[in-house]
C-alpha cells in the first residue's frame, strides 16, 4: 500500500529559488493538505483542498501557493523561496471530516 | 482558528510508570483526535473522540473526550519504551474543512 507519497525527501535551495513539493494518494480520498513542522510550533496548516478543484488558505499560507492537479495530486510551490521557510513539509488526505488523515513522510527543505 | 493546547510540552518518566497527557481550548470542537508520531515520520491516527463524555481505550492508552467537547486527555498505564514518540491532537479548524493540531507532548520513556 502506496497511501500518501511525497517527493523529493530532501531538498536544498538558495535564497530566491523555486520549487514544487509533489504529493499523490492512491486512497480516492476526497480532502488533501499541506502543513509545515517547526520545532516548538507544531504542524501548521498551510493550504487544504476539500476536492478536486477547490483550494483554501490554511493558517499560514503567505508565501505558498498550491495546486489540485487531480483528485490524486497536491503539489505545493515556494515561488520564491526563503531562510523562513526552512522546515519539514508534510502532505496528508482523508476521505472526508472527521475520517482518519493518512500522512506522507515528509520532505525535509532548507533554505539557505 | 480554534486552538488547542497540548500539555505538558515535555514529559520524561521511568518505564512502569503511568501518565496524563492534556488537549485543551476555549472553544468547543465536534470531534478530537489523537495522532502519535515517530522521528522521520508523518503522524498516525490513535483515536477519533466525537461525543462529550466519550471514552475510548487502546491496550494501555485511554483517551477521554470532556462533557462540554473542549478538551480531551490521553492516559497510559504501565509506560513502555515503544510508547515513546510525540502525541498530537487534533480537531476540526484552519478552514471549513481544515485539521488543526496542537503543538504536541514529546514523550520518552526511559528502561
Known amino acids: 500500500n502506496a497511501g500518501v507519497t511525497q517527493t523529493p525527501k530532501f531538498q536544498v535551495l538558495k535564497t530566491g529559488q523555486s520549487m514544487t513539493l509533489q504529493c499523490a494518494q492512491d486512497?480516492?480520498?476526497?480532502?488533501m493538505y499541506w502543513y509545515r513542522q517547526d520545532p516548538g510550533m507544531g504542524l501548521r496548516l498551510i493550504y487544504y483542498?476539500?476536492?478536486?478543484?477547490?483550494?483554501d488558505k490554511g493558517e499560514v499560507p503567505n508565501g505558498y501557493n498550491v495546486s489540485r492537479l487531480n483528485k490524486r495530486e497536491f503539489s505545493l510551490r515556494l515561488e520564491s523561496a526563503a531562510p523562513s521557510q526552512t522546515s519539514v513539509y508534510f502532505c496528508?488526505?482523508?476521505?472526508?471530516?472527521?475520517?482518519?488523515?493518512?500522512f506522507g513522510q515528509g520532505t525535509r527543505l532548507t533554505v539557505v | 482558528t480554534q486552538l488547542l493546547e497540548q500539555s505538558p510540552q515535555f514529559l520524561s518518566i521511568q518505564e512502569g510508570e503511568n501518565l496524563t497527557v492534556y488537549c485543551n481550548s476555549s472553544?468547543?470542537?465536534?470531534?478530537l483526535q489523537w495522532y502519535r508520531q515517530e522521528p522521520g515520520e508523518g503522524p498516525v491516527l490513535l483515536v477519533t473522540?466525537?461525543?462529550?463524555?466519550e471514552v475510548k481505550k487502546l491496550k494501555r492508552l485511554t483517551f477521554q473526550f470532556g462533557d462540554a467537547r473542549k478538551d480531551s486527555s490521553l492516559h497510559i498505564t504501565a509506560a513502555q519504551p515503544g510508547d515513546t514518540g510525540l502525541y498530537l491532537c487534533?480537531?476540526?479548524?484552519?478552514?471549513?474543512?481544515?485539521?488543526?493540531f496542537g503543538k504536541g507532548t514529546h514523550l520518552i520513556i526511559q528502561p
Open positions: 473522540v466525537v461525543t462529550g463524555g
Open positions: 472553544s468547543v470542537f465536534s470531534s
Open positions: 487534533a480537531g476540526p479548524g484552519g478552514g471549513a474543512d481544515g485539521l488543526t
Open positions: 496528508a488526505s482523508r476521505r472526508i471530516r472527521n475520517t482518519e488523515a493518512f
Open positions: 483542498s476539500a476536492s478536486e478543484g477547490t483550494t
Open positions: 486512497m480516492n480520498h476526497n480532502s
